[in-house]
């Protein structure tokens, strides 16, 4: 077996990412590491279509995967191979490795992703194309990315997932959207086929799969828009809600940035943090709702908005906050005139954070008052009217005003 020892300050730890052509689509360098190897991990798939190549151990994946990770990082100095899908570094196990092992310590050798091999087949430029991972996570994922004209590419779970999104399209008026069902690409049993989502009949579909759509909006489609303040009726609620013209405000004032975590307290239906993590991938949110039947509604809620990873927690504020992960911003929107919950909120702000508070109550509007007094911040009054019917003739129907206190820790 060839020498593969690893010099000091050498990268120890290769990354081969793999298509469905097997070796036939590797490099020479590929190969060679492959074959050199004392182990490989990777899945059954990658080890059978690497069989001719293999020399050493195989190691399949572990459950839960951190197991291989530490199998993978007490190797640490010694050269191993990790067989991966595609790029390792796209919704791949690369980016899982990275968070353990220093990119010093590995190299990767990247095959086409499904991505790339998909919009290859298509025609479609890749940058212009919305690319979701679908792959053991929740199909909702796909409905921020459903707007008229948008090409989205997704990477599938199994066979089942192009019916369960063809249903989901059908169902939020997005049923004449055409979808592409490309299977075992790259492979002898490549196959591509077409269907409308209304009128989904592919059956029969291989596990290893992609699904791509052309986004056709229908009539009355649900099209979550890029700006906050969604409309009040996308909403399953009690009354309890931020209304979308001060949701749009409070979001401004909340100014999320990239990789944030945001506290709602009193959350009511949800509506504050799903449209603070829609702004960005990378936002978090965590929802705090005393009323177990509230928490199932932002639960609900969340699902239908596409960011099924809000996170909520029943309990009753300021005792349920204390074993929360500091937050980057709060908004304040219930239960603030309580004892000790606007001093909680102060308290566990991070040094540059933003809090958000709105008040509607004679109670709650002298808190803010005294906050402000105290501690700086801005002050604003919100009055919307909105145009209704009176008798036979049109005229100006005043929302409860809103007051709003924003302020940024030291």
Known sequence: MADMSSAPGQPWLTIIGIGEDGPAGLGDEAKRLIAAASVAFGGARHHALMAGLIRGECLAWESPFERSVAAITARRGSPVVVLASGDPFLYGVGATLSRSIDAAEMRAIPAPSSFSLA???????????????????????????????????????????????????????????????????????????????????????????????????????????????????????????????VRALTLSALEPRHGELLWDIGAGSGSIGIEWMLCDTSLRAIAIEQSSERVQRIARNAAAFGVPALAVVQGLAPQVLQSLPEPDAIFVGGGGSEDGVMEAAIAALKSGGRLVANAVTLEMDAKLLALHTTLGGSLTRIDISRAGAIGAMTGWRPAMPVTQWHWVKD
């Not at 049923?175 to 029969?204: K, P």
Request: glycine share 8%.
């Open 119 to 245: 919009a290859s087949r298509l025609g479609w430029p890749l940058q212009d194309v919305a690319s979701v991972s679908l792959h053991g996570r929740p199909i909702d994922l796909i409905r921020p990315h459903l707007h008229h004209g948008r090409r989205i590419i997704a990477l599938t779970s199994d066979q089942e997932t192009p019916m369960q999104l063809a249903a989901l399209l059908a169902a939020n008026g997005f049923g004449r959207s055409r979808m592409h069902v490309l299977e075992a690409l790259g492979g002898d049993r490549e196959q591509v086929r077409t269907s409308h989502a209304d009128t989904f009949d592919i059956e029969d579909i291989d596990p290893l799969n992609v699904c791509t759509i052309d986004v056709v909006a229908g009539e009355g489609a649900r099209v979550l828009a890029f700006a906050p303040g969604l409309d009040d009726a996308f909403y399953e609620h009690d009354g309890q809600i931020t209304k979308r013209e």
